[in-house]
Protein backbone atom coordinates (compact mmCIF):
# COMPACT_ATOMS: atom_id res chain seq x y z
CA UNK A 1 0.00 0.00 0.00
CA UNK A 2 1.31 3.47 -0.82
CA UNK A 3 2.51 5.81 1.99
CA UNK A 4 0.91 9.31 2.44
CA UNK A 5 2.44 11.37 -0.74
CA UNK A 6 3.01 15.48 -0.67
CA UNK A 7 3.54 17.68 -3.69
CA UNK A 8 6.18 19.33 -4.09
CA UNK A 9 8.71 18.44 -2.09
CA UNK A 10 10.49 21.73 -2.41
CA UNK A 11 9.28 24.97 -3.24
CA UNK A 12 10.61 29.11 -2.98
CA UNK A 13 8.53 31.83 -3.27
CA UNK A 14 8.87 35.08 -2.19
CA UNK A 15 7.43 37.52 0.34
CA UNK A 16 4.17 38.56 -0.76
CA UNK A 17 3.15 35.32 -2.76
CA UNK A 18 0.89 32.60 -1.99
CA UNK A 19 1.29 28.86 -2.50
CA UNK A 20 -0.35 25.95 -2.62
CA UNK A 21 0.71 22.40 -0.82
CA UNK A 22 -0.49 19.26 -2.00
CA UNK A 23 -1.65 15.63 0.49
CA UNK A 24 -2.64 12.20 -0.83
CA UNK A 25 -3.51 10.42 1.98
CA UNK A 26 -3.04 6.40 2.26
CA UNK A 27 -5.67 4.72 0.36
CA UNK A 28 -8.85 4.46 2.03
CA UNK A 29 -7.89 6.83 5.23
CA UNK A 30 -10.65 9.88 5.35
CA UNK A 31 -8.71 12.10 7.64
CA UNK A 32 -5.59 14.48 6.78
CA UNK A 33 -4.01 16.28 9.03
CA UNK A 34 -1.42 19.29 8.46
CA UNK A 35 1.56 20.23 10.50
CA UNK A 36 4.27 22.96 10.29
CA UNK A 37 7.69 22.37 11.66
CA UNK A 38 9.90 25.13 12.39
CA UNK A 39 13.41 24.74 14.76
CA UNK A 40 12.29 27.24 16.91
CA UNK A 41 8.16 25.94 17.31
CA UNK A 42 8.80 22.30 16.43
CA UNK A 43 5.60 20.74 15.50
CA UNK A 44 2.59 22.83 15.71
CA UNK A 45 -0.37 21.78 14.51
CA UNK A 46 -2.76 23.23 11.57
CA UNK A 47 -5.61 22.24 10.94
CA UNK A 48 -7.59 18.45 10.81
CA UNK A 49 -9.89 17.61 7.55
CA UNK A 50 -12.47 14.57 7.77
CA UNK A 51 -14.41 13.97 4.83
CA UNK A 52 -14.47 17.26 3.62
CA UNK A 53 -14.90 19.19 6.72
CA UNK A 54 -12.73 20.80 8.58
CA UNK A 55 -12.75 19.56 12.39
CA UNK A 56 -9.80 21.27 14.01
CA UNK A 57 -8.17 23.91 13.24
CA UNK A 58 -4.44 25.10 14.78
CA UNK A 59 -3.62 28.91 16.08
CA UNK A 60 -2.45 30.63 12.72
CA UNK A 61 -3.22 33.52 10.94
CA UNK A 62 -6.03 33.42 8.06
CA UNK A 63 -3.48 33.39 5.93
CA UNK A 64 -3.49 29.77 6.49
CA UNK A 65 -6.12 27.78 4.94
CA UNK A 66 -7.53 24.19 3.59
CA UNK A 67 -9.90 22.29 2.11
CA UNK A 68 -9.83 18.22 1.42
CA UNK A 69 -11.27 16.69 -1.74
CA UNK A 70 -13.92 13.72 -1.84
CA UNK A 71 -10.93 11.19 -2.66
CA UNK A 72 -9.53 12.81 0.80
CA UNK A 73 -6.58 14.04 -1.12
CA UNK A 74 -6.43 17.70 0.47
CA UNK A 75 -4.35 20.89 -0.03
CA UNK A 76 -3.50 24.06 2.08
CA UNK A 77 -2.79 27.26 1.15
CA UNK A 78 -0.80 30.19 2.37
CA UNK A 79 -2.07 33.90 1.02
CA UNK A 80 0.44 36.73 1.48
CA UNK A 81 3.62 35.05 2.06
CA UNK A 82 5.93 36.00 4.87
CA UNK A 83 9.89 34.75 6.00
CA UNK A 84 8.79 33.22 8.80
CA UNK A 85 6.15 31.03 6.63
CA UNK A 86 9.46 28.83 6.01
CA UNK A 87 9.60 25.67 7.56
CA UNK A 88 8.77 21.59 6.72
CA UNK A 89 5.09 21.79 6.11
CA UNK A 90 3.86 17.50 7.21
CA UNK A 91 0.70 15.80 6.90
CA UNK A 92 -0.66 12.93 8.22
CA UNK A 93 -3.39 10.48 7.26
CA UNK A 94 -5.86 8.06 9.13
CA UNK A 95 -8.64 6.08 9.40
CA UNK A 96 -11.13 6.20 12.20
CA UNK A 97 -11.10 2.10 12.42
CA UNK A 98 -10.46 2.63 15.98
CA UNK A 99 -6.44 2.87 16.64
CA UNK A 100 -6.30 5.98 15.19
CA UNK A 101 -2.38 5.55 14.32
CA UNK A 102 -1.29 8.44 12.21
CA UNK A 103 1.14 8.07 9.18
CA UNK A 104 3.02 10.87 8.09
CA UNK A 105 4.09 12.11 4.60
CA UNK A 106 7.95 13.12 3.14
CA UNK A 107 6.53 16.98 4.39
CA UNK A 108 7.61 20.09 1.65
CA UNK A 109 10.23 22.15 2.04
CA UNK A 110 9.00 25.71 1.75
CA UNK A 111 11.68 28.89 1.93
CA UNK A 112 10.20 31.84 1.40
CA UNK A 113 12.96 34.87 0.67
CA UNK B 1 -3.84 22.46 28.15
CA UNK B 2 -1.70 19.59 27.22
CA UNK B 3 1.83 19.62 27.57
CA UNK B 4 4.35 17.27 26.17
CA UNK B 5 7.96 16.92 27.57
CA UNK B 6 10.76 14.87 26.68
CA UNK B 7 13.63 14.24 28.44
CA UNK B 8 16.57 13.95 27.44
CA UNK B 9 16.54 16.81 24.68
CA UNK B 10 19.94 15.08 23.68
CA UNK B 11 21.59 11.45 24.13
CA UNK B 12 25.17 10.32 23.06
CA UNK B 13 25.79 6.47 23.03
CA UNK B 14 28.14 4.51 22.14
CA UNK B 15 27.48 1.39 19.52
CA UNK B 16 25.19 -1.62 21.81
CA UNK B 17 23.72 0.48 24.86
CA UNK B 18 20.60 -0.35 25.51
CA UNK B 19 18.75 3.17 25.82
CA UNK B 20 15.78 4.93 27.53
CA UNK B 21 14.03 7.86 26.00
CA UNK B 22 11.50 9.52 28.57
CA UNK B 23 8.20 11.35 27.59
CA UNK B 24 5.61 12.92 30.18
CA UNK B 25 2.17 14.56 29.60
CA UNK B 26 0.03 16.92 31.65
CA UNK B 27 -3.54 15.67 31.08
CA UNK B 28 -3.16 12.24 31.64
CA UNK B 29 -6.90 11.26 29.90
CA UNK B 30 -5.30 10.62 26.74
CA UNK B 31 -6.47 8.20 24.18
CA UNK B 32 -3.36 6.86 22.56
CA UNK B 33 0.19 8.18 23.03
CA UNK B 34 2.08 7.68 19.62
CA UNK B 35 5.97 7.28 19.01
CA UNK B 36 8.25 8.54 15.65
CA UNK B 37 11.03 8.71 14.45
CA UNK B 38 12.37 11.78 12.03
CA UNK B 39 15.47 12.14 10.10
CA UNK B 40 17.05 15.33 9.13
CA UNK B 41 14.69 16.88 6.83
CA UNK B 42 12.47 14.05 6.50
CA UNK B 43 8.44 12.66 7.39
CA UNK B 44 7.54 11.20 10.37
CA UNK B 45 8.09 7.39 10.86
CA UNK B 46 5.28 5.96 13.21
CA UNK B 47 7.41 3.44 15.70
CA UNK B 48 4.48 2.43 18.05
CA UNK B 49 1.59 3.16 18.69
CA UNK B 50 0.16 2.14 22.42
CA UNK B 51 -3.56 3.10 23.41
CA UNK B 52 -4.51 4.11 26.81
CA UNK B 53 -6.08 0.57 28.28
CA UNK B 54 -2.34 -0.98 27.01
CA UNK B 55 0.65 -0.85 28.95
CA UNK B 56 3.40 -1.73 26.65
CA UNK B 57 4.22 -2.20 22.67
CA UNK B 58 7.02 -4.00 21.17
CA UNK B 59 8.22 -3.94 17.84
CA UNK B 60 12.10 -5.54 17.17
CA UNK B 61 14.26 -4.04 19.74
CA UNK B 62 11.77 -1.07 20.54
CA UNK B 63 9.47 -1.31 23.26
CA UNK B 64 7.05 1.76 24.74
CA UNK B 65 5.29 1.41 27.74
CA UNK B 66 3.07 3.69 29.18
CA UNK B 67 1.57 4.92 32.45
CA UNK B 68 -1.53 6.80 32.47
CA UNK B 69 -1.61 7.75 35.92
CA UNK B 70 1.58 9.19 36.16
CA UNK B 71 1.77 10.62 32.63
CA UNK B 72 4.70 9.06 31.37
CA UNK B 73 5.91 7.12 28.47
CA UNK B 74 9.07 5.65 28.20
CA UNK B 75 10.44 4.38 25.02
CA UNK B 76 13.44 1.48 25.47
CA UNK B 77 15.69 0.50 22.74
CA UNK B 78 17.94 -2.36 23.12
CA UNK B 79 21.27 -2.93 21.63
CA UNK B 80 21.42 0.45 19.49
CA UNK B 81 22.87 0.73 16.31
CA UNK B 82 24.51 3.94 14.17
CA UNK B 83 21.17 3.38 11.92
CA UNK B 84 19.13 4.39 14.84
CA UNK B 85 20.58 7.82 15.62
CA UNK B 86 17.62 10.05 14.00
CA UNK B 87 14.98 12.50 16.56
CA UNK B 88 12.43 10.52 18.73
CA UNK B 89 9.28 12.56 19.41
CA UNK B 90 6.42 11.52 20.93
CA UNK B 91 2.63 12.71 20.53
CA UNK B 92 -0.76 12.33 21.81
CA UNK B 93 -3.81 13.31 20.37
CA UNK B 94 -6.43 16.00 20.97
CA UNK B 95 -8.49 15.16 25.00
CA UNK B 96 -12.34 14.56 24.07
CA UNK B 97 -12.41 12.13 21.20
CA UNK B 98 -13.47 13.75 18.41
CA UNK B 99 -10.25 14.92 16.87
CA UNK B 100 -7.29 11.89 17.24
CA UNK B 101 -5.37 14.11 13.82
CA UNK B 102 -4.62 17.12 16.09
CA UNK B 103 -1.92 15.84 18.23
CA UNK B 104 0.27 17.67 19.99
CA UNK B 105 4.27 16.55 20.15
CA UNK B 106 7.36 16.92 23.04
CA UNK B 107 10.35 18.96 21.34
CA UNK B 108 12.21 16.08 20.77
CA UNK B 109 15.44 13.68 21.69
CA UNK B 110 18.13 13.79 19.33
CA UNK B 111 20.06 10.25 19.25
CA UNK B 112 23.42 9.81 18.33
CA UNK B 113 24.57 6.03 18.34
CA UNK B 114 28.16 6.10 17.53
CA UNK B 115 30.10 3.24 16.44
Known amino acids: KAGVTQTPRYLIKTRGQQVTLSCSPISGHRSVSWYQQTPGQGLQFLFE???????NKGNFPGRFSGRQFSNSRSEMNVSTLELGDSALYLC????????????FGPGTRLTVT | KQEVTQIPAALSVPEGENLVLNCSFT??????LQWFRQDPGKGLTSLLLIQSSQREQTSGRLNASLDKSSGRSTLYIAASQPGDSATYLC??????????????FGQGTILTVHP
Open chain 2, 91 to 104: AVPLRGGTSYGKLT
Open chain 2, 27 to 32: DSAIYN
Open chain 1, 92 to 103: ASSWTSGSFEQY
Open chain 1, 49 to 55: YFSETQR
